[in-house]
């Protein structure tokens, strides 16, 4: 018999259902904490995971209670949030996303595994796959942005950096695929709410991205806090038990989200923990983090009949599976057996200063203000976010230390020895007090340049983050403005820097700066990563990867809009559109600007007839017509004019770069499938309909800038 089995075989129920409880722990002067429950639990072989213990000593320490101390000796799983890095943090999954460069989206998990392994950990709840069209909901900052196809080529890039080639390996974590499913279109973007999507936009939007997780081998699963159409997903047995387990063939283990269980009861659908752990385990959640309701309801339950030993069994097996397949039964103290050799840390802070510096998006440059090249005495470094090392990291960092984070005002002090930079934070970030703005503005009067640093709090997105208005927060705009106007005085330009967790709704801000990069939150090297840009030393090529809106009421604006009726037409008042404000969003998914100046042209499909079996490529000649070498950024992108079911006005299908010298033209060639034409027609089965395609080109998804050649496809 397996190992698995015969341990089944052996295991008390208490020991089985603490296999299916994993608990918050940390470490504290006294000792270690175990939330709500003691290491005693773990001796006796009723706790088997746990998350967020942070360090190889205080991981081994909890491992050796578990595998010397307890009967079985069972390893534990130990789990932590890397969601964009351990120690060392990469730009926020949203920027990240803006490099639209797969590779550099592996490699940063790679890193990051590398780095959380090395503290002993084997898994970590991300990536996050919710599609997010909402910028009120503050986890899209945790999001790959608006796209499903982005979110499939980011679910394949991350888990394979997670996990490698070999989950065993010493530098290899356990994924997680979260929150499955439809997390983002909460209720008016507010956290935790409840979601109503149609059946169509969870096949062609919402579910995309965990099948591809899925087939890339993904070894876990947490399914949303949310209720989705009155079932919330932790008791979602269509979608867990049917979707996940029986139509996608996923074997792996199916975590809580946190204290999700218990929460059943909130949302209505169960009396009591037994109810709750009941309704959980019926659908196949196999891990209960932090409801201890598996631990208290399935005794009761197994009791009354609700529950069968052979469904806990099966949990139980998936679990004990999982440690088999992290090696943690052979070495439970591979990962974090070694310290990390300087080289390799100092390896990957370099990759997160030149992944920082590529996830800027420039998303205004008037009269070529940047990069700067008229000399400088004096740079004004000035805002609330200008020195501010505990918000560079970001939404999520729990085993960061705020101070090894770059700031703005040490990034430009390190790229510009011999100009001084000034610095005044002018306002706090939230606060009402206006007290600090004359100083900055003094500062702005000394220097040749302002570099103005303002935006949202890196907790200011992320989980429990919702916003409504999506403004600078406090009295950044009252600061920014006063800057504005005594800039405006002295005849100086300002240059932006915006940091946020979501496109903020800021029109006003991006009329009156002279150019404005998004700098999202761009991780421990984000001020040598801005100072990269902004002195020239790299061509910022960051693209938007989610549609910016010009007014909160527009939300949610996204490309892959449906056409409708009666497009609008300005001519005609019975169209499609606001009376107060344009349908146009302030910047297109897609847009960045660099600093070349690049030119599309000769658009080149072939074949022109397509049958299922086809590839079709797609060349687009790409010139730089400026003055400085630049990388520009293509995008492929689709449109069926005529189907069974109505087709999104654009559907992203590939993208692809080219770094180009001054005057210098190159091709880009882009590969789709036949196969990647099928939709969910009526019946939401895949079909290929014969037909015209339209196969578009573009920097951007305006388009008015996309070059167009149609394909017509054949059974
Ligand atoms: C979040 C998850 C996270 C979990 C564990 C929850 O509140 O929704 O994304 O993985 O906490 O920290």
Not at 349 to 364: E, F, N, P, T
Request: glycine letters at 10%; aromatic letters at 6%; charged letters at 20%.
């Amino acid at each position: 018999m397996s190992r698995v089995e015969t341990l089944i075989g052996d295991m008390t129920l208490a020991e089985k259902l603490g296999q299916l409880t994993m608990t918050a722990s940390s470490y504290a002067v006294t000792g270690p904490v175990i939330a709500g429950d003691s290491t005693e639990s773990i001796r006796d072989g009723t706790l088997g995971n746990l998350l967020n213990m942070v360090g190889a000593d205080h991981v081994f320490e909890m491992q050796r209670l578990a595998v010397e101390g307890s009967r079985l000796g069972i390893p534990l799983l130990i789990g932590l949030d890397i969601i964009h890095g351990h120690r060392t943090l990469f730009p926020v999954p949203l920027a990240e996303a803006a490099l639209f460069d797969p590779e550099a989206w592996t490699l940063t998990a790679r890193e990051a595994a590398a780095e959380g392994a090395a503290d002993g950990l084997a898994m970590t709840f991300a990536p996050m796959l919710d599609v997010s069209r909402d910028p009120r909901w503050g986890r899209g900052v945790e999001s790959f942005g608006e796209d499903p196809w982005l979110g499939v080529r980011m679910a394949e890039a991350k888990i394979r950096g997670f996990q490698g080639a070999d989950l065993a390996a010493a530098g290899s974590l356990a994924a997680c695929a979260k929150h499955f499913c439809a997390y983002g279109p909460v209720t008016a973007g507010r956290e935790y709410a409840a979601v109503d999507v149609s059946e169509r936009s969870l096949q062609e939007v919402h579910l995309p991205p965990f099948a591809a997780a899925i087939a890339a081998g993904v070894a876990t699963v947490m399914p949303s806090f949310t209720d989705l159409a009155g079932v919330p997903m932790t008791a979602n047995i269509p979608l867990l038990r049917g979707w996940l387990r029986a139509e996608h063939g996923f074997d792996g283990v199916i975590v809580s989200d946190y204290n999700a269980i218990a929460e059943l009861i909130n949302h209505g659908v169960a009396a009591d923990l037994v109810e709750a752990a009941t309704l959980a385990l019926k659908a196949g959640v196999d891990i209960d983090m932090m409801s201890d309701a598996y631990r208290r309801g399935l005794p009761p339950a197994l009791e009354r009949g609700l529950v069968t030993m052979s469904e806990i069994d099966a949990a139980v097996r998936r679990v004990l599976t999982l440690k088999e397949q992290l090696g943690l039964f052979e070495d439970p103290y591979r990962r974090g057996a070694k310290a990390e050799s300087p080289v390799a840390v100092a390896n990957r802070r370099q990759i997160a200063r030149s992944v920082g510096a590529r996830a800027i998006v420039m998303l205004k440059n008037e009269n070529n203000a940047l990069p700067l090249s008229r000399p400088v005495r004096q740079l004004a470094v000035i805002g609330p976010l200008a020195d501010a090392c505990a918000e560079m990291g970001g939404a999520w960092g729990a085993a960061q230390k705020a101070e090894d984070h770059v700031t703005v005002v040490a990034g430009f002090r390190a790229a510009l020895p011999k100009v001084e930079i000034l610095h005044s934070a002018g306002v706090a970030i939230q606060s009402k007090d206006t007290k600090g703005i004359q100083r900055a503005l003094d500062v702005c009067t000394q220097a040749d340049e302002i570099l103005l640093c303002v935006g949202e709090g890196a907790y200011m997105s992320g989980e429990a983050a919702s916003r409504a208005q999506l403004g600078l927060p406090g009295e950044q705009r009252a600061f920014a403005e006063a800057v504005f106007d005594h800039a405006k005085a002295l005849g100086k330009r300002v240059i932006v820097v915006l940091f946020s967790g979501r496109p903020l709704v800021v029109p006003w801000l991006f009329e009156k700066a002279d150019a404005v990069l998004a700098a999202w939150f761009l991780g421990s090297e984000a001020g040598n990563a801005l100072a990269d840009v902004v002195t020239g030393r790299v061509s910022p090529s960051g693209r938007t990867p989610i549609t910016w809106p010009r007014a909160v009421g527009q939300i949610p604006i996204f490309f892959g809009q449906r056409p409708s009726g009666r497009p609008f037409n300005p001519q005609d008042h019975f169209t499609s559109k606001y009376l107060d404000v344009s349908n146009e969003p302030l910047f297109h998914f897609g847009h960045g600007l660099t600093y070349g100046r690049f030119a599309l042209s000769n658009l080149r499909v072939t074949p022109e007839r397509v049958t299922e079996s086809d590839t079709i490529e797609v060349r687009v000649a790409v010139t730089n017509e400026g003055a400085r070498a630049a990388e520009e950024t293509v995008f492929l992108f689709t449109h069926d004019k005529v189907a069974s079911v109505t087709r999104p006005l654009l559907e992203l299908k590939g993208f692809g770069k080219i770094a180009l010298g001054p005057g210098e033209t190159g091709t880009v060639t882009l590969r789709l499938r036949a196969t990647d034409l099928r939709f969910p027609g009526l019946d939401l089965q895949p079909v290929f309909e014969p037909g015209e395609v339209e196969i578009l080109a573009g920097p951007c998804a305006d388009r008015a800038r996309l070059l167009v050649q149609s394909v017509r496809l054949f059974a």
